[in-house]
Structure formats: structure tokens, C-alpha cells
């Protein structure tokens, strides 16, 4: 008799309406957390005016935000790493609630902040403070979900699982973007600084706690409480067996990640502000081209994810990092040539980076039940916070020797993800039908 909980072996049996619900609300979720997270990156500018004495130079009050917005990428490792302890030991549905609830909070609390006016450096002590809660939120929320959500589908659905839960937190960076705008459209200047800017992490909190609400109806994946019932949850210390048992697979995850990083990051964060500087493209041109961009990324994790349960994780992977690299060179080289193609280049590039929707589904399978989460989380909020954090300087130093060095950065990491993909292939992994077993 086979030992897999009852979702997981029957791979061939459809999605049913609880899966699909598991979904929605588990992509939701992540949604309204990205924005909690993100939110904070489009005010920059105005909380760095609030939060810091006024006679402090502009370039240092920008990098003082800055700092304040980094302090949330630094706090995810660890927070990661705790949650996914638990998440391995007592549950995954009370951490995937608990993440949702600690951002919940802060955002709200953000919005509620004194200033630098009011409380002096009280004001930007307390701020830090809540970036690094909710830094630790989204570290252990983005691992926790794709965990969760593929522990509810059948095996040859994992792909659909992981790219619509991806799907949700892009799309979580689409609604900050949009809400920002709408501030900034419908109050002057003077109003934004005032009391617009508070407006965006009051909303925020308050859906927030909504999620929190709904994942209350959400139940313990099948794996989780089958481990629990044949007593084979992990004994000792997650992460020590992880490193212990699975180095190899931590460093294949942490590639992968980089992967991820180089899409997000380079092609979908950093190029609306990059077309301005080299084409001289407008802002509102870029804010544009970047909505169109992140809305075509939340399609593509969704397509990539079919893909991957269609024909297997390593080809759609090693397909999608090729296509990416092509994306993103026409995107620059195009957008060079004829910037009135920007928005339609900026499309096709969004949804080619939709193959960050394949790298959770690969690193999922890759570990098995008993450390998942403590794999998953490590590898992926250990190589975000390295490659995430070192991709805009060393895209920048590139940019003194070529413009087109965004373009040969994300070329140079696709080169690598194609590389992954054909070790999985000849390693039989990257099929459809060899996922990792469960136990």
C-alpha cells in the first residue's frame, strides 16, 4: 500500500473546487502581503523627507530610506529560517497564517507612525524596526505558500500550484504600483506628504487582517498530516538535516533562486528607472511600460507553471531561461532603436520572466516532505538576500562599460538556468513524471 497522503497518490485525479479554493485564497494571500512589503519602495522619496531631520542632504536622506527599505531583505533569513522550523515541526497552516498576521501589523503600524517632526529619531528607530518584522514575514510567507499550496494538489499539478501562487505576489507588486499611483494622481504634492502617503500601509494592514481571516478556513496539507500520523515528522533540528543530508540540492535551489532574482530584479524592478536614465524615456512612459510588464509576469508564471506539469520542470525551465534571454535583449536593443516600442517589448519580457513561476515548482520537488519548508526556505531567502541585494550594484558597475548590461547580466544567469535544466533532464528530475517523492 502506498504510504502518500490521499492528494498526493492519486497524481492523476483532477483539480477538485477545495484545490481550487486552496488556490485562490492561498495567491490572495500572497498578494496583499507583496504589497504590504513592496509598498514602502514608491514612497521612498516622501518618508525619507518625513523620517529624517530636514537638514540632512537629499542623496543621505534617500540612502537612509533606502536603508530602511534593505533592513526588510536582511530580516529574511532569519525569519525564514524560524518559521520554516516550525513549519517542519508543528505545521505548515499555522505559519502561513502567522506570516500573513506579522505583516499584517507593521504595514498598519507604518501608516500610523509619528514623523521625524513628532518623535525625532524615535520616528525612524520605530520604522526599522517594523521593516525588519515584516522583512521576516515575507521570508518565511514566499516559501511557506509554495509549500502549502503544492502539498494540496496532486503530483502533475505542482506546476499550476506554484506558478499561480507566484503569480499572486507579482501581482502584489502590480497593486502597489497601481495604488501609488492613484495617490499621487488624485493629491497634490503637499497633500501626499501630509496624509496621502499614510493611506496605501492603512489599506494594506486592513486587508491584510482579511487574509488573515480567510487562511482560518484553510486546512493542513494532506502531506503535513500524514507525516504527523505515521510519526515521521523530523526529529532533530530541520535545517541541521537539511545541510546535513542535502547540500547539493541546497546549492542547485540557491542557483535557481538567482535565476528568479535576475528577472525580478533586473528586468522587472530596475528597467522602468534604467529606460529613463539611458533613452530618456518619460517617467510616465516608464510607469507604463513597467504596469505592462508586471501584469504580463503574473500571465506568464501561470503559462510557465502548465508548461512545467506538460512536459516536465527541466525542459519548460531550460525552454523559459532561453526565451527570457531573448526578452530581455530585445527589450534593450529595441527599446534603443524605436522607444515607441516599449510598452510591447516590455510585455514579451514580463512574460518570458514568467519562468520564475518554474523555480519553486523545481526547488519543491527537490526536497524531501520532512525539511521541505526548512530547504526551501533557507536556500531561497539565503540566496535572495546575496543576489537580490548584490544585482543592482553589479548591474550598475556593468552599465560604466555597456549599456546593455542589464541585458547580458540576465543572459549570463539564463546561460546558467539552461545549464540546471539540463543537469535535471539527464538526472531524470526535471520529467513530469519523476517528482520527488514525499517521504
Request: aromatic content about 10%; overall charge positive.
Amino acid at each position: 500500500m502506498s504510504s502518500l497522503p490521499a492528494s498526493q497518490d492519486l497524481p492523476q485525479r483532477p483539480l477538485t473546487r477545495e484545490d481550487a479554493r486552496t488556490l485562490t485564497l492561498a495567491a490572495l494571500g500572497g498578494a496583499l502581503e507583496f504589497y504590504d512589503f513592496i509598498i514602502f519602495v514608491f514612497f521612498t522619496k516622501v518618508i525619507g523627507e518625513l523620517f529624517f531631520p530636514p537638514d540632512t542632504p537629499e542623496w543621505l536622506r534617500q540612502l537612509q530610506a533606502f536603508g530602511l527599505f534593505a533592513a526588510g531583505y536582511l530580516a529574511r533569513p532569519l525569519g525564514g529560517i524560524v518559521m520554516a522550523h516550525f513549519g517542519d515541526r508543528a505545521g505548515r497552516k499555522r505559519m502561513f497564517t502567522l506570516s500573513v498576521f506579522m505583516m499584517s501589523v507593521p504595514t498598519l503600524l507604518i501608516g500610523l507612525l509619528p514623523t521625524y517632526e513628532t518623535a525625532g529619531y524615535a520616528a525612524p528607530l520605530a520604522l526599522l524596526l517594523l521593516r525588519a518584522v515584516q522583512g521576516a514575514a515575507v521570508g518565511g510567507e514566499v516559501p511557506g505558500a509554495w509549500v502549502f499550496v503544492s502539498e494540496h494538489v496532486p503530483t502533475r499539478r505542482v506546476g499550476l500550484a506554484c506558478g499561480t501562487l507566484t503569480a499572486g505576489l507579482t501581482f502584489g507588486i502590480l497593486l502597489g504600483s497601481l495604488v501609488a499611483t492613484a495617490v499621487n494622481s488624485l493629491l497634490g504634492p503637499e497633500q501626499v506628504n501630509a496624509y496621502g502617503w499614510r493611506a496605501p500601509f492603512v489599506i494594506g494592514g486592513v486587508f491584510g487582517f482579511l487574509a488573515v481571516f480567510l487562511r482560518r478556513w484553510l486546512a493542513e496539507t494532506p502531506v503535513f498530516e500524514e507525516l504527523r500520523r505515521r510519526k515521521a515528522l523530523v526529529r532533530e533540528l530541520p535545517l541541521k538535516a537539511v545541510l546535513r543530508g542535502h547540500g547539493g540540492t541546497v546549492v542547485m535551489s540557491m542557483l535557481l533562486t538567482w535565476v528568479l532574482t535576475a528577472g525580478i530584479v533586473v528586468v522587472i524592478l530596475m528597467t522602468p528607472t534604467l529606460m529613463q536614465t539611458l533613452h530618456s524615456i518619460t517617467a510616465t512612459q516608464a510607469l507604463v511600460a513597467s504596469s505592462v510588464a508586471t501584469l504580463s509576469l503574473t500571465f506568464g508564471c501561470v503559462a510557465y507553471g502548465l508548461l512545467a506539469d506538460r512536459v516536465g520542470v527541466g525542459l519548460s525551465l531550460g525552454l523559459g531561461c532561453a526565451l527570457m534571454l531573448s526578452a530581455t535583449y530585445a527589450l534593450y536593443l529595441g527599446a534603443a532603436s524605436s522607444p515607441e516600442a516599449l510598452v510591447p517589448l516590455s510585455a514579451l519580457a514580463g512574460f518570458c520572466v514568467g519562468v520564475v513561476g518554474v523555480v519553486p515548482t523545481a526547488i519543491v520537488r527537490a526536497f524531501p516532505a520532512p525539511v521541505r519548508f526548512s530547504g526551501l526556505s533557507f536556500s531561497y531567502n539565503m540566496a535572495y538576500a546575496i543576489f537580490g541585494g548584490l544585482t543592482p550594484l553589479v548591474v550598475t558597475l556593468m552599465m560604466k562599460v555597456s549599456p546593455h548590461a542589464p541585458a547580458h547580466y540576465v543572459a549570463a544567469v539564463s546561460v546558467m538556468g539552461v545549464g540546471i535544466a539540463l543537469h535535471l533532464l539527464r538526472a531524470g528530475r526535471g520529467s513530469a513524471l519523476h517528482p520527488a517523492t514525499e517521504s
